[in-house]
């Protein structure tokens, strides 16, 4: 299909152009755009396509720099300015709301350090070729570096081989440090070089499967002077600049003497670093290591009056019984189920912070609880620089009975 205009992108990143008047979503296309296209997957109501020539080129395009670009699929906005993927992101947060929550509000998004934020990644590792896998597929692109992972990390990627895995899986994670925590899952019976691995590399420990065989099961990170545990299978932001944002915001919302509850809590962060001035804090997470952590965490940041509870939030969250000032919730991509929304609901707490990785189930959120709240404000935050993925952050006030 030859000279087709790209009138705008969809919330993927992707160019969209009609071919025959069906909609076709082309990757690594722009708006005003003249391209020509394969069609790659023709779908009842749409079509998927490649570009095959640039007729014409869009001024915000830029070279990606990353090799694997085409293939990994991982990042999806790199043939674009920085500045303009932020564009793209408040636009497209702006329209999920409005279009599914009916809120109509000015959105800011708060840029990141754009390249090597990335404090974990998962790689893929068949037949000793390591990768990521292409997207949609279980076939390797071997790479030998990321661009959007923390340099610790990628000066790590050359010597993956000195762990002597053949295949399976590796989740490499940096710290403020440059430490390293490495996570094999793999059936092989492997003998990594330790000796070798830490004359380059400052490795904090190496666990294979559930098993630590070197060093401890955690290392330790630094937010905003506060230092945090964190274990090999626990949550953590992957973004340290946008995480210390995130930190700054939380606390302007956050009062003095407040009873506040944060709802999957992590290794206890978000909670831990709002709750200096606290009269009491609860948390609520279903990950045991991380339960562990927070524990920890409250006792080396000095936090005497916080309370951690172990499990699934619905059921934990009716346990409490104080009527809680403000509630943080950072649920994972699910967003809130209808049971803890309903024991909000009842608990009426004076203000929800939600934090949230995926505007859409955020959007089905906001417009249940806009009617018990104001929503006062919401925030982009690029914890996923030119992925199409956006942080949101947003503050509801109780409406006045
Ligand atoms: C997006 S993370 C946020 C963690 C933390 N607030 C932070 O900033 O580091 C979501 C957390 O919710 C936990 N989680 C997932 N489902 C849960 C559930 N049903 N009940 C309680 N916690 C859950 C995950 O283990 C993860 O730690």
């Known amino acids: 299909m030859n000279n087709l205009e790209i009138v705008k992108l969809d919330n993927f990143g992707r160019g969209i152009c009609y071919v025959n008047d069906k909609i076709t979503f082309v990757v690594n296309a722009l708006p005003e755009e003249i391209v020509n296209i394969k069609i790659t997957k023709e779908y009842k109501k749409y079509n998927e396509a490649v570009v095959t020539e640039y007729i014409k080129k869009s001024p915000k395009r830029v070279d990606s720099i990353c090799p694997y670009y085409d293939l990994c699929g991982g990042c999806n906005l790199l043939h674009m300015k920085y500045e303009d993927t932020l564009k793209f ?28 934020y990335r404090n974990k990644v998962t790689l893929k590792i068949k037949k000793k070729k390591v990768g990521y896998y292409m997207e949609a597929t279980h076939r390797i692109v071997v790479i030998d570096k990321c661009p959007i992972a923390e340099e610790a990390i990628n000066d790590f990627i050359e010597d993956i081989k000195y762990l002597n ?3 399976g899986e590796l989740v490499i994670r940096s710290n403020y440090n440059n430490e390293l925590l490495l996570w094999i899952k793999t059936k092989d019976k492997i003998e990594p070089d330790i000796a070798y691995l830490k ?24 937010i905003n002077h506060q230092l945090f545990t964190v274990s090999y299978d626990s949550f953590f932001q992957i973004n340290r600049d946008i995480c210390a944002k995130l930190f700054n915001l939380v606390n302007e919302y956050i009062g003095d003497n407040e009873v506040i509850l944060d709802l999957y809590c992590g290794v206890g962060t978000l909670g831990i670093n709002a709750s200096k001035n606290a009269k009491k804090t609860f948390g609520i997470e279903i990950v045991r290591n991380a339960v562990l952590n927070a524990i920890t965490n409250a006792k080396i940041n000095k936090r005497d009056n916080v309370y951690y509870m172990l499990g699934e939030a619905s059921k934990c969250l009716p346990k409490i019984k ?38 859409m189930t955020l959007a089905r959120d906001l417009g249940i609880l806009k009617e018990f709240y104001n929503i006062k404000l919401i925030k982009g935050l690029d914890m996923f620089p030119y992925t199409h993925g956006i942080e949101s952050f947003c503050v509801l006030d109780k409406v006045k009975e």
């Open 322 to 359: 104080e009527h809680l000032n403000t509630v943080i919730v950072d649920p994972p991509r699910a967003g809130l189920d209808k049971e803890t929304i309903n024991t909000l609901r009842e608990f009426k707490p004076d203000k929800i912070i939600y934090i949230s990785c995926d505007p």
């Open 165 to 167: 895995v053949n295949n």
């Open 199 to 222: 004359t380059k590399h400052k490795i904090a420990g190496i666990i294979v499967n559930d098993k630590v065989i070197d060093g401890d099961s955690s290392f330790i990170e630094l």
């Open 89 to 116: 992101k408040e636009d497209k947060l702006k329209s999920i709301i409005y279009k599914y929550a009916k809120i109509d509000k000015e959105i800011e998004m708060v840029a990141s350090k754009d390249f090597n």
